[in-house]
C-alpha cells in the first residue's frame, strides 16, 4: 500500500512558476514507477509526465515539453514537478500517482495503482 500526498499547488500570473511535490509512504518508493496528471474542470484527466524507478528515464506531454521536469528523490520518497512558463491552459487539478512494474504505458493513467488526492494549480492571464 502507498500513500501520496501533493504539495505545492497555488494561484500564479502566466509565464511564473510553481513546484508540486508528492510524498509517498511505504517502504517500496523505490520501485514504483511515478506519474503527474492533471485535469481540468469538464475534461478528462490527461497525462503530463512521469519518471521511471531510478529516475534514469522522463516521459513527457507533448504541452508541456520543455516547460516542466519532472524528478525524484528515492532517498525522500518524494517525486516532484517543476512548472515553469506557466500558461493559463495549465490550470487543473494535478494529480501525483504511482505505478507497479512492469509499466508499458506510462502516459495511461489505467497503469497506476495508488492516486494522491490532487492539489490544485491555477494560472492567470
Known amino acids: 500500500q502507498v500513500q501520496l500526498v501533493e504539495s505545492g499547488g497555488g494561484l500564479v500570473q502566466a509565464g511564473g512558476s510553481l513546484r508540486l511535490s508528492c510524498a509517498a509512504s511505504g517502504r517500496t518508493f523505490s520501485s514504483y514507477g511515478m506519474g503527474w496528471f492533471r485535469q481540468a474542470p469538464g475534461k478528462d484527466r490527461e497525462f503530463v509526465a512521469a519518471i521511471t524507478f531510478s529516475g534514469g528515464s522522463t516521459y513527457y506531454a507533448d504541452s508541456v515539453k520543455g516547460r516542466f521536469t519532472i524528478s525524484r528523490d528515492n532517498a525522500k520518497n518524494t517525486v516532484y514537478l517543476q512548472m515553469n512558463s506557466l500558461k493559463p491552459e495549465d490550470t487543473a487539478v494535478y494529480y501525483c500517482?504511482?505505478?507497479?512494474?512492469?509499466?508499458?504505458?506510462?502516459?495511461?493513467?489505467?497503469?497506476?495503482?495508488?492516486w494522491g488526492q490532487g492539489t490544485q494549480v491555477t494560472v492567470s492571464s
Open positions: 500517482a504511482a505505478a507497479r512494474p512492469p509499466i508499458y504505458l506510462y502516459g495511461k493513467a489505467h497503469s497506476y495503482t495508488y
